[in-house]
């Protein structure tokens, strides 16, 4: 089974300028998440996303990130314009369920993508 | 104070050795506890779920919660290179919201050949 795919994988840009990432869930997961994990941190959630709504965007900075899911399947989060503080690796994430699996708890990672700004 | 406190080593061992990995947090609403692995330059992989408290065994792992103290552990028997890894300890106050769950900040191990 294919797990969860997400590019590019490794982006350098200045500040104010813009960049996007790309994910595909696994196949037949409706629930799809964007985390941001700054160096030496835990994973923050940034969105989180059902089929093609939103369920949770409470902790996106919505003056410069956007994120869509379009049909439901693929998603691309947006950073314009990027900051300094923004250099992070950004994980993408699905689950079959809304939320979390209440048995496991489990929802599967995309490898990031780690973006720095200069 | 964060929600959850992990220490982040680096923690580096022999192979064979018995690991232990802990997590301390502040909130006593948690209920369900995970420890995700995490390899370098690749997303997080669940490991390990518990809920509420007491022990949890599958191989070689052990995940271990003490509410009471506002604990957690995972320990790792006759560990292995293959287990160099980053171990996040994530936490949630109830099942099926990844808006309440909270992740620690990792422990890097390294096992030694």
């Known amino acids: 089974e294919a797990g969860v795919a997400q590019s590019p994988r490794y982006k350098i840009i200045e500040k104010r300028q813009s960049v996007a990432f790309w994910c595909n869930p696994i196949?037949?997961?409706?629930?799809l998440y964007w985390y941001q994990q700054i160096l030496g941190q835990g994973p923050k959630l940034l969105i989180q996303?059902?089929?093609?709504?939103?369920?949770?965007d409470s902790q996106l900075p919505k003056d410069r990130f956007s994120a869509e899911r379009l049909k439901g399947v693929d998603s691309t989060l947006k950073i314009q314009p990027a900051k300094l503080e923004d250099s992070a690796v950004y994980l993408c994430?699905?689950?079959?369920?809304?939320?979390?699996?209440?048995?496991?708890?489990?929802?599967?990672f995309g490898e990031g993508s780690r973006l720095t700004v200069l | 104070q964060k929600e959850v406190e992990q220490d982040p080593g680096p923690l580096s061992v022999p192979e064979g050795a018995i690991v232990s990995l802990n997590c301390t947090y502040s909130n006593s609403a948690f209920q369900y506890f995970m420890w995700y692995r995490q390899y370098s330059r690749k997303g997080p992989e669940l490991l390990m779920y518990?809920?509420?408290?007491g022990n949890k065994e599958d191989g070689r792992f052990t995940a271990q919660v003490d509410k009471s103290s506002k604990y957690i552990s995972l320990f790792i028997r006759d560990s292995q290179p293959s287990d160099s890894a980053t171990y996040l300890c994530?936490?949630?106050?109830?099942?099926?919201?990844?808006?309440?769950?909270?992740f620690g900040s990792g422990t890097q191990l390294t096992v030694l050949p």
């Open positions: 994430a699905s689950s079959l369920a809304r939320g979390l699996a209440t048995n496991t708890g489990e929802l599967f």
């Open positions: 196949s037949g997961h409706a629930t």
């Open positions: 996303f059902q089929n093609n709504g939103v369920v949770d």
């Open positions: 994530a936490m949630s106050r109830r099942a099926g919201s990844a808006r309440q769950l909270t």
């Open positions: 518990t809920y509420s408290s």
